[in-house]
């Protein structure tokens, strides 16, 4: 099975490899090692830096048949679909792909289960071209064969795909436009959590604010990269991390002082997992070229923490109510 894809910025090849397949820097190592990655036409070697656009190729060699993927009974919402590809509002709390800990309940085993044929994947994820984390809900897109997989994932790269997340993050943003542009990594010691660090990977989210409120902002944040948690990772290093995130928290309600620590504790109390939801996919469907866009409204389970912080009555679609979707174009 061969994989290929452009690299969109200049980096270590390992590096990318690594990030675009799942695997250790090692296993990318020993596959450059092995012969099995081209640039171009050229055979790579270990030391090779890619410039934006290369085409990089990997071969993978013919191994034993894959983990059966046993289906799991679970609803999912399925907002399109056809030959190609579906798109699916993921509930949070759902992992998107098999991994230790996660073998027989996730994504891929729901689509199993409804019969939803899937692309091949060398790294064990079949059909997923992007994830979410698992308590992250909102829109991705499935590749259902191997073409619609490798050309969705190249538009992914050459950043042709718009992913659009609303977020309730603690405090208020400085000003009401904000890039975030600081490379992420893997934390020195927790290898779970994700850090921007100088020798991290380029990392771009753009920021807006939606709607400010007493103790939080509801904002809007494009992606222009797709790095682990990189959103959360983001927000938290300019200091206004998600509302209900575990791990880049950092204790929300205390960052609130004065009369309104008491609304914080409140609405930290109401969130039993990070506000953050995938709210708008945008792209070119990968074989006939028709624009495709969706929208998610903003998860029922989260609309008790507007309610409490915007102090109205419950309009029908919150993330429209307030303007999440308005024209950006100028």
């Known amino acids: 099975m061969t994989f290929s894809v452009c690299a969109p910025v200049t980096e270590r090849l390992d590096r990318f490899l690594a990030d675009q397949l799942a695997l250790s820097r090692t296993q990318a190592a020993r596959l450059v090692a092995d012969g099995a990655v081209t ?35 679970v ?4 907002v399109y679909e056809d030959e190609h590809l579906a798109v699916i509002d993921k509930p949070a709390g759902l992992v998107v792909h098999p991994a230790p800990g996660h073998w027989d309940d996730t994504l891929v085993n729901a689509l199993v289960a409804r019969g939803t044929a899937l692309s091949e994947s060398p790294a064990g994820r079949p059909g997923i071209v992007h994830r979410l984390d698992r308590d992250t809900s909102g829109l991705m897109v499935v590749a259902k064969n191997d073409l619609a997989h490798r050309r969705l994932g190249t538009a ?12 309730l993050v603690w405090g ?9 542009d600081a490379p992420i990594g893997r934390h020195s010691t927790d290898r ?33 990269s797709g790095r682990t948690h990189q959103i959360r990772v983001h927000l938290a290093h ?27 504790e409140r609405l930290n109390g109401l969130v039993a997992r990070q506000a953050l939801h995938a709210a708008l996919l945008a792209f070119r469907h990968p074989i006939d070229g028709r624009p495709l866009e969706f929208r998610s409204p ?11 912080v915007a102090e109205r009555v419950d309009p029908p679609d919150w993330l429209t109510y307030l303007g999440f979707y308005r024209d950006r174009s100028g």
């Open 238 to 264: 300019v200091g206004h991390p998600v509302v209900g995130d575990p791990v880049y928290g950092g204790g929300g309600p205390r960052r609130i002082g004065g009369g309104s620590r008491a609304l914080a």
């Open 39 to 73: 640039v171009g036409d050229d055979v790579a070697r270990a030391s090779r830096t890619l410039g934006r656009g290369d085409l990089i190729s990997v071969t993978f060699p013919d191994q034993a048949p894959p983990r059966t993927l046993a289906p799991h009974h």
């Open 298 to 308: 903003w998860p029922t389970e989260l609309v008790p923490a507007l309610q409490l």
């Open 75 to 78: 609803p999912i919402t399925v």
């Open 172 to 180: 208020h943003l400085p000003k009401d436009l904000v890039r975030i």
């Open 156 to 167: 992914i790269s050459a950043r042709q795909v718009k992913r659009a997340y609303a977020a």
């Open 192 to 224: 779970k959590r994700m850090v921007v660090r100088p020798d991290g990977r380029p990392a771009r989210t753009d920021v807006e604010v939606v709607a400010r409120f007493d103790v939080a902002d509801l904002v809007r944040a494009d992606l222009h």
